[in-house]
C-alpha cells in the first residue's frame, strides 16, 4: 500500500502535466490564429472549397503562386514609399495592424485591401500544406475513426471531384473541342493520377492515330465523347494542315446499329464538324453514295469474295471455284466493272470465255467453271439486292471531308456486316492510293461489335496500324468488352484509357481556332 499511493499520485500528476500542456498548446494555437485571422480566414476558405469540390492540394499551392503577383506589385508600391530596406521589411507588419484597426473602426473593406496582399498567397499555401497532411494521413491510415476510413474518405472525394468536372462540362466555353495547344479535348478531368492536374483532360491529334477503345455502359456517354473527340481531332489535324503542311483530315465514322438514333447522332455530328471547319459531311446511305467498284480489281475481287459465306470442308471446292470466277470477272479485259449490273453480266454463260478468247489458259479455266455460273450469279444477284445501291455507284471517299456510315446491324445483321467489311476496304484503298492526295484518316466505329462478324476487332486494329489509320471503336463493359478481348486486342482497358466527364459537344466558335492530360482514376470499388 506505502507503493500504491505514491505511484497513484504520480500518474495523476503526469496526466495532469499532460493535460495542461495539451489546454497551452491549443491556446497558444488559437491565440496564433486568432493574431494571424486574415491568413486563416483565407487558409479555412481554400480548405473548405478543396474539401467540397475534391480539389488536389497542389490546387491550392498553384492558386497561391497565382496570388504572388499582387503581392509583389503591394511590394513595389511600398518600395517607392519606404526610404530604406528596414522600412520596407517592416510594412506588412505596419499594414497588418493598421487593418486591425480599420476593424475595429468598421472599414472592413480598407482592412481587406491592406491584409490581402500577404493574406492571400500565404493562407493558400498553409490551406494547400494542411491539406496535404491531412489527406495523407487519411490515406495511409494513420488517421480516421475506422479501418474503412481510407476508402470512405476516397470514395467521398470521387463524388465530390466528379460533381465538380460535371459542373465545369456543363458551364458554357470551359470544355472547348481544341485548347490552345492544338490538342483534343476529351472532357473535364475528375482525377489526375501520376500527372499534373489540368482543367481537361487533352491529347495530341496526332496521339489519335493510335488504337482507342472508348468503353462505357448504355446511357453513360460514349457517344458524346466520340463526337466531341471527331470533331477536336478534325478541328486539330485542319490546323496542322494549314500551319505546318501535314496531311489533311478525312474523317470516317461507321455507326453500326443504325434506326433513328443514328440519324439524330448524323445530324448532331455534322453540325459539330461544320462548326469545326468541315467543308462537306456525306451521310451514307440516305443522302449521297459511295461505289464499291472502285476498288482495284485485285481487291475488288476478294471483298466480294469475302462478302458472301462460303463454308469449310466440302464446301472449300465450292469457295475456291467462286474464287476464280471472281477474279475471272473482275479483270477480264478491257476493264474492271463499273457497277453491279456489269458485274453480273459478266457472270452470264459465255461472256468470260468471250472476253479471254485471245487467252487461252483462262478462257479454258472459265469453260471449266461455266456449270457453276449460273449459282454464283443467283448468290451475287441477292447479296448485291440487299446491299442496296448506295454502294453501287456514286463517288468516291475523297469527295467529301467527312462521312457518316449508317450500317443497321440490330435489323439486318448479316447485310451491315457485309457492307462494314466494302467500307473498310474503300477506306484502306484511300490509304494505300499512291495517285491521290495524301490524307490523315480517322476510322471511327460506334457499336462495332453489332458488324465484327466479317471483320474482327483484331483485324481492323492490326490494318489500321499497318496502314497508318487511327482506329476509334467503342464498347460497353459486358458483351462488347468481352468481344474487344476476344479479338486479341488486351485482356484488361489500355492504361490510357480516360475516366471522365464529357462535356455535350455544342458548337463552339473555339473550334474554329487551332487547338486540344492526365490519366484519370476510376472510382473505387
Given amino acids: 500500500m506505502s507503493i500504491f499511493w505514491p505511484y497513484l499520485r504520480f500518474r495523476a500528476l503526469l496526466w495532469a502535466l499532460r493535460v495542461t500542456g495539451r489546454l497551452l498548446l491549443g491556446a497558444a494555437g488559437l491565440v496564433a490564429l486568432a493574431a494571424a485571422a486574415p491568413v486563416t480566414l483565407v487558409a479555412a476558405v481554400g480548405v473548405a472549397a478543396a474539401w467540397l469540390r475534391g480539389w488536389p492540394p497542389a490546387r491550392l499551392w498553384r492558386a497561391a503562386l497565382w ?88 470514395a467521398r472525394q470521387w463524388n465530390r471531384q466528379a460533381r465538380t468536372a460535371r459542373a465545369r462540362a456543363a458551364a458554357p466555353g470551359t470544355v472547348p473541342l481544341i485548347d490552345g495547344g492544338g490538342r483534343v479535348v476529351m472532357g473535364a478531368t475528375i482525377r489526375a493520377v501520376g500527372h499534373r492536374w489540368r482543367p481537361v483532360l487533352a491529347v495530341p491529334h496526332t496521339a489519335m492515330g493510335r488504337h482507342q477503345v472508348v468503353i462505357g455502359a448504355s446511357g453513360s456517354g460514349k457517344t458524346n465523347l466520340m463526337i466531341r473527340t471527331w470533331a477536336g481531332w478534325y478541328a486539330a489535324a485542319r490546323s496542322a494542315h494549314h500551319r505546318n503542311g501535314q496531311p489533311r483530315p478525312l474523317l470516317v465514322v461507321l455507326d453500326c446499329k443504325g434506326g433513328p438514333d443514328a440519324r439524330a447522332k448524323a445530324g448532331r455530328t455534322r453540325r459539330l464538324l461544320h462548326a469545326a471547319g468541315t467543308a462537306r459531311v456525306a451521310i451514307w446511305p440516305d443522302e449521297t453514295a459511295v461505289s464499291l467498284w472502285g476498288l482495284p480489281p485485285r481487291e475488288l475481287a476478294v471483298t466480294l469474295f469475302q462478302m458472301v459465306e462460303t463454308g469449310t470442308g466440302p464446301a472449300a471446292y465450292y469457295a475456291d471455284v467462286m474464287q476464280a470466277v471472281l477474279t475471272l470477272a473482275i479483270t477480264a479485259p478491257p476493264e474492271p466493272p463499273g457497277s453491279g449490273t456489269a458485274f453480273l453480266n459478266r457472270l452470264e454463260p459465255g461472256w468470260l470465255e468471250a472476253a479471254y478468247a485471245g487467252d487461252p489458259p483462262r478462257r479454258a479455266a472459265a469453260a471449266t467453271a461455266r456449270k457453276h455460273l449460273g449459282d454464283i450469279a443467283l448468290r451475287y444477284r441477292t447479296l448485291l439486292d440487299r446491299l442496296g445501291p448506295a454502294l453501287d455507284h456514286g463517288g468516291s471517299l475523297a469527295d467529301a471531308d467527312a462521312w457518316y456510315f ?66 476509334q471503336v467503342s464498347a460497353s463493359p459486358g458483351r462488347d468488352w468481352g468481344r474487344v478481348r476476344m479479338s486479341g486486342t488486351g485482356s484488361r482497358p489500355p492504361p490510357t484509357a480516360a475516366f471522365g466527364s464529357c462535356a455535350p459537344p455544342t458548337p463552339s466558335p473555339s473550334a474554329n481556332w487551332p487547338a486540344p492530360g492526365a490519366s484519370s482514376k476510376p472510382r473505387p470499388g
Fill in 67 to 154: 496570388a504572388l503577383p499582387m503581392t509583389a506589385v503591394y511590394l513595389a508600391g511600398r518600395a517607392t514609399q519606404s526610404g530604406t530596406w528596414q522600412a520596407l521589411a517592416l510594412a506588412p507588419v505596419h499594414d497588418y495592424l493598421a487593418a486591425w484597426h480599420a476593424v475595429t473602426a468598421g472599414r472592413v473593406a480598407a482592412a481587406l485591401v491592406l491584409a490581402a496582399p500577404v493574406a492571400v498567397p500565404a493562407g493558400l499555401a498553409a490551406a494547400g500544406g494542411w491539406w496535404a497532411w491531412r489527406t495523407n494521413t487519411l490515406e495511409t491510415g494513420l488517421s480516421g475513426r475506422t479501418a474503412a476510413a481510407p476508402i470512405i474518405f476516397d
Fill in 406 to 471: 449508317i450500317l443497321e446491324g440490330t435489323r439486318e445483321q448479316s447485310v451491315a456486316e457485309a457492307q462494314a467489311l466494302a467500307l473498310t476496304e474503300l477506306v484502306a484503298c484511300a490509304v494505300t492510293d499512291r495517285d491521290a492526295e495524301p490524307r490523315a484518316v480517322l476510322l471511327a466505329c460506334d457499336d462495332y461489335s453489332a458488324v465484327s462478324g466479317k471483320v474482327s476487332l483484331s483485324t481492323l486494329y492490326e490494318r489500321g496500324r499497318s496502314l497508318g489509320i487511327g482506329v
